[in-house]
């Protein structure tokens, strides 16, 4: 299926050239994941091992190759940069995840991820009556309590980390004790972490099962997988992780814990949406991306979207199949949308994260 018919198949607009697409209205952090976010939510299939075997081809230089195409190629200026930041914005999961983390730290985030930008900008920008913000407050297992109660009634998810984040080490029943626990305390949204040792030993049916007893811990939350990319060490053991993690039925596949040596990168992201790619011609489900680790800067933000926009097209720049993991591009985003309105950048400390 091309690309131009698969937007086309998915009622998909086109950001216009200095229009804010408002998002859809969201329920409140403590509600359950709807089940009508315009998709259906995957329900997962049985382990297909010849479908697997079909993915295993990958060309890391064609991969880099196209990598480079897309990031140069491209120049978003002006009116059309600042509602691309935007949609960044909606789209990005703020983070915490911090040994020194405290009650108090997150419910400044909180506070921040309600009101992002400050008003100046909001009103030298006309988007007082939009509420553009991000999709989701992502916190350590402790912390999910206060971060629901402080997001209540926003629209805002609160996800948490979870299955011995970062390296998902602990047994299987302690790990899915930790789910269940995140999920009781308000939770709707679980990112969970992958053992790596089970993708070198090419133990698939392990890895599917573990996947599988995960996705039913979450009940109604939604599942984002993280594969922990840095430490899989080849492009094909990315491709494999991603398609055995849709087959267990993830809701996200997501790229890195934030915390490996090398997190996020672009040919990393293509293996992975290609596989999204694959997974949605062979099943009809569409699966989210979630990048995460390492993407600080607005500029490498409007990279991944138009990653995502070429690769996957215009239904995966919304909030409910993409993410930014992300703690510190806020703060840059902001920066660069001040300079959009005055020409000038401020410092750091003008867009205080709480």
């Not at 049985?46 to 140069?72: H, I, P, Y």
């Not at 009103?123 to 916190?139: N, Y």
């Not at 933000?301 to 070429?310: A, I, R, T, Y």
Request: aromatic residues 6%; positive net charge.
């Amino acid at each position: 299926m091309s690309s131009t018919s698969r937007e086309a198949d998915l009622g998909a607009d086109r950001l216009g050239p200095s229009k804010i697409t408002p998002l859809q209205a969201r329920t409140a952090a403590n509600a359950p994941a709807p089940q009508a976010h315009g998709i259906a939510r995957n329900p997962g299939m049985k382990l297909d091992l010849g479908f697997m075997e079909s993915m295993r081809s990958v060309n890391r230089s064609a991969l880099e190759r196209r990598v480079a195409s897309l990031t140069k190629r491209r120049s978003i200026k002006a009116d059309n940069q600042a509602a691309w930041l935007l949609r960044a914005v909606a789209c990005m999961d703020l983070t915490t995840l911090n040994s020194n983390d405290t009650d108090e730290r997150v419910r400044r985030l909180c506070a921040k991820a309600v009101n992002p930008f400050r008003r100046d900008v909001v009103e030298g920008l006309g988007i007082a009556g939009e509420k553009i913000r991000p999709a989701a407050v992502c916190v350590y297992h402790p912390f999910v309590a206060t971060a629901v109660d402080a997001l209540r009634g926003s629209g805002i998810h609160v996800a948490a980390v979870s299955t011995a984040f970062p390296h998902g080490l602990t047994p299987l029943p302690t790990r899915l004790q930790e789910i269940e626990a995140s999920v009781s305390d308000g939770a709707d949204e679980i990112d969970v972490v992958i053992p790596r040792g089970l993708v070198f030993a090419a133990k698939w049916q392990d890895l599917y099962n573990e996947i599988v007893a995960m996705r039913a811990a979450c009940g109604e939350a939604h599942l984002k997988v993280i594969l922990g990319t840095g430490d899989l060490a080849t492009l094909r053991n990315v491709m494999l992780a991603s398609m055995v993690a849709m087959m267990a039925g993830a809701d996200f596949i997501k790229t890195s814990t934030g915390k490996e040596s090398v997190n996020a990168t672009l040919p990393v992201g293509l293996a992975m949406v290609r596989a999204i790619r694959a997974y949605f011609e062979e099943t009809g489900y569409l699966i989210g991306f979630k990048p995460a680790g390492g993407i600080s800067t607005a500029k490498a933000s409007l990279d991944w979207l138009v990653l995502m926009k070429e690769e996957l097209g215009r239904r995966w720049l919304e909030p409910d199949l993409f993410r930014f993991g992300a703690s510190s591009l806020l703060t840059d985003i902001e920066r660069q949308l001040e300079h959009h309105l005055t020409g000038h950048y401020s410092a750091n400390h003008r867009h205080a994260m709480g």
